[in-house]
Every structure is written in structure tokens, then in C-alpha cells.
């Protein structure tokens, strides 16, 4: 059995097909279909039910893939940690981010380590803070930037807080409430919003400023999106909540500050379990980026 097989076995069950397989692996179709069938003979048994036109994994392929998976990400990490004992990082930093994320510019964060590391593959996932927590957790993200209520920590995880915001009414440039100096949560729980998904961190953030207060609301929109929230905002469809420092500053939206309304918390989260010498020098990369960045009066 060799690594070489393990990759074209993945690039099937991932592309549902020989020849996107192939191309992906940059091997002509038939290459690839001799060494899969060639690993399936040394195993005994088949891994992939084929016709002319359909490709599935069988039975016994979909049990094979999670530890051919981990056999692959084992040796890369291998080589990772072999090339790092010698002042060289190599392999692949995932990092994951809120939508709104706004105490670290993460694509120039970015650029300070691809200049530092070139030899590392950058990846990114975007997505809720429960999710990516979770993803550091099972070490499918290297490190994540979160955003959660006050009160609420990351579990599981190794995290420092970055910084805290309130949130700001945002409104349409002709809004009623347009005009106004500053406004509090009985002022805006009659409006229509345009939030996060129910459950979610950032959604949880209004949430529960709004049952503190005693106050209901009616969340008319759901996206996951800020900026379809915005747009949303823009056609005066609905009004939303969120972190002043993420706030817009476009001519057609009004940022409105907000008394007694939500806090934010953004989180820096990494797991300290055997951490990879990519996820590590970024994190460096962070520090000194922080300790670099001027103290305010």
C-alpha cells in the first residue's frame, strides 16, 4: 500500500469520478485507475462500485476512508515536524473566522506569515463560533477568531480575549429613527430585524440583551452573511444589531448608538494538543503583531 494510492482513493471519493479525480491529481485516467485497482487487489476486497456513468464508494470504501484519510494527514504531519526541526514550516495552517471578525485584519495577518513561512498552504473557513470551536476542538482548524456573548467562553480550547465592542442600531439612510442621537432597546424592539440564525453566538448576542430586558422582538431575516444583512438594512426592510467596530460607514446606512445593548467578545481559540509547527508560528505571528500595534492614551 502506498501514499500515492491513498491520494487517488481521496480524490475519488471526493470528485465522484475517475477522470476529475485524474485531473486533480494530475495523473492521466488510466494511471489512476490501475493503482486504485491495484490497491484493491492488495486488500481483497473492492472500494468502489463503478458503472459507465456512476462512481459510489461500497461498504467496505467508506470504512477505509477515514483511516486513509488519517494515514495521509499523519505522514504530511511527519514531514511537517521533520522540516520544522530544521527551521523549516511546512504544511497546511487552517484558520477559522467569524463573519464579522474585526480585532485582527486577518488577510494581512496573513500576509505577514505566507511572507515568513511560503512554503505553508494557507486555508480558511468561515463560519459560526460554535462551529469552529468545535472544529479546533477535533483539529480540523488550526486557529480560530470567535466572537461570543458576554459571559459565554470558549470550551475546550486554549483562547484569549482580544477585544470587547457594543453593538450599534444599524438603520437605512431614511429610517425614522435615522436621526436620532442614540437610542435604547425599548426604542428599537418594535422594529423589524434582519439577524444572525437562531442559535447562533451572534445571533445569541441580541437575544439575550433583549430577554434581560424584558423585551421580544420580531427577527423577520435570518442570514448567516453580515453583508446580506446590510442589504437588507439598505432596502429599510428591516433593521440590525451589530459590534460598533464592524459598524459600516457607507452613505446609505446610519450606525445609531445603542444604550443597554449587546457586548461582544472576540476570542482568540487554538487547541494546545500537539499544535503544528504551522499553527504555532502563526500564533507567533499574532503575538507580534499585538505587541507591535501602538497603546492608546
Same mark, same amino acid.
Given at each position: 500500500?502506498?501514499?500515492?494510492?491513498? @491520494?487517488? =482513493?481521496?480524490?475519488? !471519493?471526493?470528485?465522484?469520478?475517475?477522470?476529475?479525480?485524474?485531473?486533480?491529481?494530475?495523473?492521466?485516467?488510466?494511471?489512476?485507475?490501475?493503482? =486504485?485497482?491495484?490497491?484493491?487487489?492488495?486488500?481483497?476486497?473492492?472500494?468502489?462500485?463503478?458503472?459507465?456513468?456512476?462512481?459510489?464508494?461500497?461498504?467496505?470504501? #467508506?470504512?477505509?476512508?477515514?483511516?486513509?484519510?488519517?494515514?495521509?494527514?499523519?505522514?504530511? @504531519?511527519?514531514?511537517?515536524?521533520?522540516?520544522?526541526?530544521?527551521?523549516?514550516? @511546512?504544511?497546511?495552517?487552517?484558520?477559522? =473566522?467569524?463573519?464579522?471578525?474585526?480585532?485582527? &485584519?486577518?488577510?494581512?495577518?496573513?500576509?505577514? /506569515?505566507?511572507?515568513?513561512?511560503?512554503?505553508?498552504?494557507?486555508?480558511?473557513?468561515?463560519?459560526? %463560533?460554535? +462551529?469552529?470551536?468545535?472544529?479546533?476542538? %477535533?483539529?480540523?482548524? &488550526?486557529? *480560530?477568531?470567535?466572537?461570543?456573548?458576554?459571559? +459565554?467562553?470558549?470550551?475546550?480550547?486554549?483562547?484569549?480575549?482580544? *477585544?470587547?465592542? #457594543?453593538?450599534?442600531?444599524? =438603520?437605512?439612510?431614511?429610517?425614522?429613527? $435615522?436621526?436620532?442621537?442614540?437610542?435604547?432597546?425599548?426604542?428599537?424592539? !418594535?422594529?423589524?430585524?434582519?439577524?444572525?440564525? $437562531?442559535? %447562533?453566538?451572534?445571533?445569541?448576542?441580541?437575544?439575550?440583551?433583549?430577554?434581560?430586558?424584558?423585551?421580544?422582538?420580531?427577527?423577520? /431575516?435570518?442570514?448567516?452573511?453580515? &453583508? /446580506?444583512?446590510?442589504?437588507?438594512?439598505?432596502?429599510?426592510?428591516?433593521?440590525?444589531?451589530?459590534?460598533?467596530?464592524?459598524?459600516?460607514?457607507?452613505?446609505?446606512?446610519?450606525?445609531?448608538?445603542?444604550?443597554?445593548?449587546?457586548?461582544?467578545?472576540?476570542?482568540?481559540?487554538?487547541?494546545?494538543?500537539?499544535?503544528?509547527?504551522?499553527?504555532?508560528?502563526?500564533? +507567533?505571528?499574532?503575538?507580534?503583531?499585538?505587541?507591535?500595534?501602538?497603546?492608546?492614551?
Amino acid at each position: 500500500m502506498e501514499l500515492q494510492q491513498l @491520494r487517488y =482513493v481521496l480524490a475519488v !471519493a471526493e470528485t465522484g469520478n475517475f477522470t476529475r479525480a485524474a485531473r486533480q491529481c494530475f495523473v492521466v485516467q488510466s494511471a489512476l485507475s490501475h493503482q =486504485v485497482a491495484a490497491l484493491e487487489r492488495e486488500l481483497g476486497f473492492t472500494l468502489f462500485a463503478r458503472t459507465s456513468r456512476r462512481v459510489e464508494l461500497t461498504a467496505a470504501g #467508506e470504512a477505509f476512508l477515514p483511516a486513509a484519510r488519517a494515514c495521509l494527514e499523519s505522514a504530511g @504531519r511527519a514531514v511537517a515536524d521533520a522540516a520544522a526541526a530544521l527551521g523549516h514550516v @511546512r504544511g497546511t495552517l487552517t484558520v477559522g =473566522v467569524i463573519p464579522t471578525v474585526t480585532a485582527v &485584519d486577518v488577510p494581512s495577518a496573513l500576509r505577514d /506569515f505566507h511572507y515568513e513561512h511560503p512554503q505553508v498552504r494557507i486555508a480558511m473557513r468561515v463560519g459560526g %463560533s460554535h +462551529d469552529l470551536c468545535a472544529d479546533v476542538r %477535533s483539529g480540523q482548524v &488550526d486557529v *480560530a477568531l470567535l466572537g461570543l456573548p458576554e459571559g +459565554d467562553q470558549p470550551r475546550g480550547v486554549r483562547s484569549r480575549v482580544l *477585544a470587547r465592542d #457594543e453593538h450599534v442600531a444599524v =438603520v437605512a439612510r431614511d429610517h425614522h429613527l $435615522a436621526g436620532r442621537a442614540g437610542v435604547s432597546l425599548d426604542d428599537v424592539a !418594535a422594529e423589524t430585524f434582519a439577524d444572525f440564525p $437562531a442559535g %447562533s453566538p451572534g445571533r445569541a448576542q441580541s437575544d439575550l440583551a433583549f430577554a434581560a430586558a424584558g423585551l421580544t422582538r420580531d427577527v423577520a /431575516f435570518e442570514a448567516m452573511a453580515a &453583508d /446580506f444583512l446590510l442589504g437588507l438594512v439598505r432596502q429599510d426592510l428591516a433593521i440590525a444589531l451589530l459590534p460598533s467596530a464592524f459598524a459600516p460607514t457607507a452613505p446609505d446606512l446610519v450606525a445609531i448608538p445603542l444604550v443597554g445593548g449587546p457586548t461582544r467578545v472576540e476570542y482568540l481559540a487554538w487547541s494546545d494538543f500537539n499544535p503544528s509547527p504551522a499553527a504555532s508560528a502563526f500564533l +507567533d505571528v499574532l503575538d507580534r503583531r499585538a505587541a507591535d500595534e501602538p497603546v492608546g492614551d
